[in-house]
């Protein structure tokens, strides 16, 4: 029986597999660490980087790697370097995620890959979507090694500082009306809050690790243990919890 109704092998497989070889290879043979592809129950990270220290020992340092391999991913670019779409499920996957991620573009001609690390910085929203620039320097091959070690390196608590203090760059300035009402109906309040541009009292209630009930609002223990997380310079500290101690008392 002849018939043309059978499974197919799409370009799309095709070249993704090749993008994960060419990772594969580079990470391996040059930077000289562990691949471990993410065969099974990929939901937006296709494999993790462990690195290799000098003597060959295992580190447990290690990034998550989404990878892209087409001519599609070059197509577009600015001054910076190409622009990568990513879709808003994955955006929020990996600015949550516990390791730290890079995106890996692949060029299937040249084989030559281009990285870039996935943070609040880089990504820009569109309005509907969300785009980063993959930078043209950016090689992905022994010349990184160095700062991917150092990224592969940050421990939890560095990257969670990290986090706050770029949060902390935009957050609103609430009025005290709103917040309270704000607590009051929902009991947890997500991301910043300022009460001035220079007073950090009411920097609470934040996505990353943290939820506060309302009933800590007036904790300064609380907000003393959340400033310092979030990087804040001692005597700004000190001068935001006496201002906010003679307000409730």
């Not at 890959?113 to 990504?123: G, L, R, Y």
Request: hydrophobic letters at 40%; charged letters at 25%.
């Amino acid at each position: 029986m002849i018939t043309d109704d059978l499974p197919q092998f799409s370009n799309t497989e095709r070249l993704g597999g090749k993008g994960i070889r060419l990772v594969h290879n580079i990470v391996e043979d040059e930077l000289r660490w562990v691949f471990r592809e993410q065969a099974t129950h990929d939901l937006g990270i296709d494999a993790h980087i462990e690195v290799i220290s000098n003597r060959n020992r295992a580190t447990g340092r290690m990034i998550a790697a989404q990878i892209k391999c087409g001519e599609s991913f070059f197509k577009e670019s600015n001054a910076n370097g190409y622009i990568f779409r990513p879709k808003p499920k994955h955006v929020n996957y990996w600015t949550g995620h516990s390791l730290p991620v890079i995106v890996i573009i692949c060029h299937p001609s040249s084989g030559d890959c281009w990285w870039i690390e996935v943070s609040s910085e880089n990504i820009i929203s569109t309005g509907e979507g969300w785009k980063i620039a993959v930078p043209f320097g950016q090689r992905f091959d022994l010349t990184c090694k160095h700062i991917l070690a150092q990224i592969a390196g940050r421990t939890m608590a560095e990257r969670i500082r990290q986090r706050y203090k770029r949060r902390l760059a935009t957050a609103p300035i609430i009025g005290d009306g709103e917040f309270i009402e704000m607590i009051h109906r929902g009991g947890i309040l997500m991301g910043f809050r300022r009460i001035t541009s220079y007073d950090y009292r009411a920097l609470a209630f934040s996505q990353d690790y943290m939820l506060y009930q309302s009933d800590s609002f007036y904790d300064l223990g609380m907000w003393k243990d959340i400033l310092e997380l979030a990087g804040v310079e001692d005597w700004e500290i000190e001068q935001a919890l006496e201002k906010a101690d003679q307000e409730v008392t």
